[in-house]
């Protein structure tokens, strides 16, 4: 008997310890395949296998890893969707500290810098000539072929570790390909694509959110965000450039590229002309002349050229500087500049109120597009720069994507001689405008009676990190505004099917031009519908922020529906009360008093509370049914 039951116990085992090797065998192997399609498809750009099919392998992965945590691997696949949210990202030392390049303006700086080495290390130097990507710099760092971490620049010594956040970009290896050394670090540029920018700014407008100004500042932003799921949706991007370790396969910078590009990394391709080797400075110069021409042309956002000595041995030679190394420099780009007829100034109010003096200008090409319209700041800038209508100015465009006017072309004859005279009434309701002490723009103080501040304070209440509300952007806002179906965000949620079917309405762009006729079709007036009903179980907190408080964002809503848990603890709150709230001072408490003293808030308050919004905290609601479901019951405590 007993011999029988040690040979069931051994068989079972057996079968267990096969099942095991099994499922790891399969995790490998999903693994193996995931990895290669993420390389196909992010670094080399060409997908050999459908996104259902992607999907499929990736799922059935992420299963595999439920069930069996004990394989779970901080590299998988599975990591790139993200998920992970970093409270304090960790600050790191490193290894060798990251180094800025010294650049310059001026072709001849290039000319002085190539000859100086020349004088250095004789006539035997090759160039290794790269664009200067405009993004945020990186440091990553491999182990036995396995990403181990990826840290920010920060201050060149210690940087921070953004790990989490990089395992979600596509084209960052987490496990490498071929023969690669055991240890090194490989640096380049994290970047946001002008095609995912663009995409990402026309949702935020469809969301009423804020733009973002240019993609260089939302990469950075991006990269550090607490949510890596949220990172994984933006869709960065990243180029390597300098690959650093010991006894590495390679003594020129050259080749130490091709090798990373073996071993899985996104480089710079030699096909494309991103990158080339040169050997005299008229070769730099074609390359830097090329470039500044075509730079409009590429996907991704370059402010300049690098160019770096090619032969490794030579960079301990060359040295450094302060804090740059003699064996590179880089060659910025001037923002291009161009003079045109500033036709007139307009005014733009923002959802705040604030002013925005906008220059019309006589259609003229910048930086491969065609410009009508520039920013002009401030009262304070008009007046300094002494900017007429009429005059010829120049504009320039840097990073960001609307033109400023930087100066006026006093060789042109003057447009107006009077100097401009600033706007003192709002050109939307006519309220005299005010300027806070300290503050450059001047406001429109009618919060509750200007169009575009009404519409605004409607478009955040419907985004997304507020009411959420789907099937409303803010064309149909700007609709039902016209048609006089909403004037506060309480009339949101008295709209009626029948009001709403085939509803006409006019939208225009950003300046009110180019006037397009819509109509609200069945399908889009039951999403909106749905979209409204389901924002009656939003909570407390998010419904307190999305009544648009000013100083009253994400986080002081929330630490104040956990300290006041209703709305009408919180209207009856005094100032003491309120600055006993965590991160609540002077400021927020009295723009929240401010707010509540209006009898028009207060009764659109009462209006959404009849409407059926949450007004009460989570905590407080469901104490309140765990103390109901209690009541009447004894319990012995031993
Ligand atoms: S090489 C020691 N190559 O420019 C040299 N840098 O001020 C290390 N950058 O922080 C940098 N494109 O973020 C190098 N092709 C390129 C680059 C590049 C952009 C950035 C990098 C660095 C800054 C230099």
């Known amino acids: ?15 267990r310890i096969f099942f095991m090797i099994n499922i790891r065998h399969r995790i490998d192997e999903l693994t193996h395949e995931l990895n290669e399609h993420n390389y196909k498809y992010y670094v080399l750009n060409q997908p050999t296998v459908s996104d259902y099919e992607f999907d499929r392998k990736l799922k059935e992965l992420e299963k595999l890893e439920l069930e069996h945590p004990e394989f779970a691997d901080a590299n998988s696949p599975t ?32 000319r002085d810098w190539e000859e100086r080495l020349h004088k250095s290390v004789g006539d035997n130097i090759e160039y290794v000539l790269e ?16 990403f181990v971490r990826g840290v920010t620049r920060g201050d060149g010594s210690v940087g921070e570790d953004v790990s989490a956040n990089i395992r979600t970009i596509g084209s960052i290896p987490l496990r490498l390909r071929g023969k690669f050394p055991d240890e090194f670090e490989i640096r380049g540029e994290i970047f946001l694509p002008h095609a995912v920018f663009a995409e990402l700014n026309r949702e935020r407008e469809k969301q009423g959110e804020e733009l973002y100004a240019n993609p260089r500042n939302t990469a950075a932003g991006t990269l550090k965000h607490q949510d890596s799921k949220l990172v994984a949706k933006r869709k960065l991007d990243c180029f390597l450039y300098f690959v650093l370790g010991d006894h ?38 074609r390359f830097i002349h090329y470039w500044d021409e075509h730079r409009h042309n590429l996907p991704f956002d370059i402010d300049g050229v690098v160019i770096k000595v090619n032969q490794i041995s030579l960079w301990d030679e060359l040295g450094m500087t302060a804090k740059s190394p003699r064996w590179a420099i880089a060659y910025k780009f001037k923002a291009e500049t161009v003079s045109t007829v500033l036709e007139k100034i307009s005014y733009q109010v923002g959802r705040t109120g604030a002013i925005t003096p906008v220059a019309n200008l006589r259609p003229v090409l910048l930086a491969g597009t065609t410009v009508k319209r520039a920013s002009l700041y401030n009262a304070d800038q008009i007046a300094k720069l002494d900017i007429r209508e009429g005059d010829t100015v120049f504009i320039e465009k840097g990073g960001e994507i609307i033109p400023k006017v930087i100066a006026v072309d006093t060789t042109k004859p003057r447009g107006s001689v009077h100097p401009h005279i600033y706007i003192r009434q709002c050109p939307e309701c006519g309220t005299t405008l005010v300027r806070n002490e300290g503050e450059a723009a001047h406001y429109c103080p009618n919060e509750n009676g200007c169009p575009p501040q009404i519409k605004g304070k409607i478009e955040h209440f419907i985004s997304r990190k507020a009411m959420n509300i789907e099937g409303i952007g803010s064309e149909t806002i700007a609709g ?5 179906l909403i004037r506060t965000v309480a009339d949101i949620y008295d709209l009626r099917k029948e ?61 104040l529906t956990r300290r006041f848990k209703t709305i009408d603890s919180l209207v009856a709150a005094n100032a003491e009360a309120l600055l006993e709230t965590d991160e609540v001072g002077e400021k927020i408490a ?18 959404l509370k009849n ?28």
Do not use: C
Not at 1 to 15: E, G, K, Q, W, Y
Not at 131 to 146: E, F, P
Not at 519 to 544: D, Y
């Open 1 to 15: 008997m007993t011999i029988v039951a040690s040979i069931d116990l051994r068989l079972t085992l057996f079968h």
């Open 79 to 110: 990591k790139r969707v993200g998920g992970d949210i970093t409270d304090k990202f960790e600050k790191v030392t490193h290894i060798r500290p990251m180094l800025s390049l010294s650049n310059t303006y001026s072709e001849e700086d290039i």
């Open 131 to 146: 664009l200067k990507y405009d993004g945020v710099a990186i440091s990553l760092y491999y182990k036995n072929g396995r």
């Open 248 to 285: 590495l396969p390679y003594d020129n910078h050259f080749d130490s590229l091709l090798h990373a590009a073996d071993w899985g990394f996104k480089v710079p391709d030699h096909k494309m002309h991103l990158i080339e080797k040169a050997n005299s400075i008229e070769e730099i110069m």
């Open 480 to 484: 039902l505004y016209e048609k006089k």
């Open 499 to 559: 009001q709403l079917i085939g509803l006409e309405f006019t939208v225009g762009d950003e300046f009110g031009e180019n006037p397009k006729k819509r109509s609200l079709q069945e399908k889009s007036v039951n999403n909106l519908l749905a979209g409204i009903e389901a924002s009656k179980k939003i909570p407390f907190e998010r419904v307190l922020f999305a009544l648009g408080i000013r100083f009253v964002g994400e986080t002081v809503a929330k630490k």
């Open 590 to 607: 009295q723009s929240i008093l401010e707010w509540f003293s209006l009898e028009a808030n207060r009764s659109m308050v009462e209006r």
């Open 611 to 638: 409407s059926g919004l949450l007004f009460t905290a989570d905590e407080g609601r469901s104490l309140a049914t765990v103390s109901e479901r209690l009541k009447g019951m004894s319990f012995v405590v031993i």
